[in-house]
């Protein structure tokens, strides 16, 4: 059963810290990694891909990918008391496998003032 | 360009009640999902749609059907309500990432 794991926090930074958020997962031919951000009693967000490995940069937000490690993060600078929220990872099934993303159940980040 | 579209967003229903929760998308994806959020418990699968004319079970199908009407709209159907159903829904489209309307709180009594 393809599986992604994350750990379910809560993860607790001080503002202006760095945030890691980690994620494996087990389907090795997978090839589309998402972070999606979900605030409480809201629907999730997608806030970043990567598909390649290597470092993904937009502003604050850096996603990591080793396919080799099978581990996807996803690293927040500067982190805000508005960037307290769950943080979803999910992985697209290898082209020509199902429709069906798999995701983790989420990290929950709270960012202190 | 509204995304994905659900209605209603809360609805309080009694046990062996039934509804259906509607869902729309305006971005031409072929792939829809319905998903149930509970506690704890993560994003579970109910039902997808590959593409227009297709659907099937996910991990939770059991008290559900639904309908994908066109290539737009996708529906959820609770035929007999019971209050392990009480949930948050959510619908996804999706070409590559998932695109998720803003959801449905339902609680059965």
């Known amino acids: 059963q393809k599986e992604v794991e994350q750990n379910s926090g809560p993860l607790s930074v001080p503002e202006g810290a760095i945030a890691s958020l980690n994620c494996t997962y087990s389907?090795?031919?997978?090839?589309?990694f998402f972070w999606y951000r979900q605030y409480s009693g809201k629907s999730p967000e997608l806030i970043m891909f990567?598909?390649?490995?290597g470092d993904k940069e937009d502003g604050r937000f850096t996603a990591q990918l080793n396919k080799a490690s099978q581990y996807v993060s996803l690293l927040i600078r500067d982190s805000q008391p508005s960037d307290s929220a769950t943080y979803l990872c999910?992985?697209?099934?290898?082209?020509?496998?199902?429709?069906?993303?798999?995701f983790g159940r989420g990290t929950s980040l709270i960012v202190h003032p | 360009n509204a995304g994905v579209t659900q209605t209603p967003k809360f609805q309080v229903l009694k046990t062996g009640q039934s509804m259906t929760l509607q869902c729309a998308q305006d971005m031409n994806h072929n792939s829809m999902y319905w998903y149930r959020q509970d506690p704890g418990m993560g994003l579970r699968l109910i039902y997808y749609?590959?593409?227009?004319?297709?659907?099937d079970k996910g991990e939770v199908p059991n008290g559900y059907n639904v309908s994908r009407l066109n290539k737009r709209e996708f529906s959820l159907r609770l035929e007999s309500a019971a209050p392990s159903q009480t949930s948050v829904y959510f619908c996804?489209?999706?070409?590559?990432?998932?695109?998720f309307g803003p959801g449905t709180r339902l609680t059965v009594l």
């Open positions: 999910a992985v697209n099934p290898p082209p020509g496998g199902s429709y069906i993303p798999t």
């Open positions: 996804a489209s999706r070409y590559n990432e998932q695109f």
């Open positions: 389907d090795r031919g997978s090839q589309s």
């Open positions: 990567i598909y390649s490995n």
């Open positions: 749609s590959a593409s227009e004319g297709t659907t």
